[in-house]
């Protein structure tokens, strides 16, 4: 079965306690995004790799981090300088890093800080 | 800067009418948009993807119209369903880059 895939679904964190987000996909895809999505919000987009062992910031990288050290996987880390973390992050893909490709979403993660 | 707006406003329409969305952009021309569907608390799903020499796109009962000149998708659903409810966004390319950008989405709610 091909797809993307996020872990965990749910996900509780302390406040000043950074916590990683897992995204793996097996659709051999080139590009993988990482975004944030608020109540009754559209998309932001946190980072975004177009291919391995290099990634890009999007419009709200501060607090976060990444890394894409294998083509299938492309976590992010939400460290304790995100002033407000809790959010429900969506993983995606695409074929191609060149151009702006229909992406593929994971199931997401709901992350809330206690 | 470009700027994607779809009304925040929830859609509430009967089963069986048509359901028009609205997707406006500024500042900017895309050639292609494309649209999504979200339901609560999973990730969004492509629908269709449209070009800008296309003026309409179908598929099944889902239709998207281009219009440059007013610089606006207008996304259609005829027949609709309850199980149509969900929130729909339209995300044109970004005007630099690789990605894509995504309007705020419209809640569709279909009654019975």
């Known amino acids: 079965d091909g797809g993307i895939t996020q872990s965990p679904k749910y996900l509780f964190r302390k406040e000043g306690q950074n916590v990683t987000l897992s995204c793996e996909q097996n659709l051999n895809h080139d590009a993988m995004y990482w975004y944030r999505q608020d109540p009754g919000q559209g998309l932001r987009l946190i980072y975004y790799?177009?291919?391995?062992?290099?990634?890009q910031k999007g419009d709200i990288a501060e607090g976060y981090s990444v890394s894409r050290e294998k083509k299938e996987s492309f976590p992010l880390t939400v460290t304790s300088a995100q002033k407000n973390p809790t959010a429900f992050y969506l993983c995606?893909?695409?074929?191609?890093?060149?151009?702006?490709?229909?992406?593929?979403f994971g199931p997401g993660t709901r992350l809330t800080v206690l | 800067s470009q700027k994607i707006e779809q009304n925040s406003e929830a859609l509430n329409i009967q089963e069986g009418k048509t359901a028009t969305l609205t997707c406006n952009y500024t500042?900017?021309?895309?050639?292609?948009l494309q649209w999504y569907r979200q339901d609560p608390g999973r990730g969004p799903v492509f629908l269709l993807l449209?070009?800008?020499?296309?003026k309409e796109k179908r598929k099944e009962r889902l239709k998207v119209t281009f219009d440059t000149t007013l610089k606006q998708s207008l996304f259609h659903i005829t027949a609709s369903q309850p199980a149509d409810s969900a929130t729909y966004l339209c995300?044109?390319?970004?005007?630099?880059?690789?990605?894509?950008?995504f309007g705020g989405g419209t809640r569709l709610m279909v009654k019975p």
């Open positions: 995300a044109p390319p970004a005007n630099a880059g690789n990605m894509l950008t």
């Open positions: 995606a893909s695409s074929p191609s890093g060149i151009r702006a490709d229909t992406q593929y």
């Open positions: 790799s177009q291919i391995v062992n290099d990634f």
């Open positions: 500042n900017y021309s895309p050639a292609y």
């Open positions: 449209i070009r800008e020499n296309e």
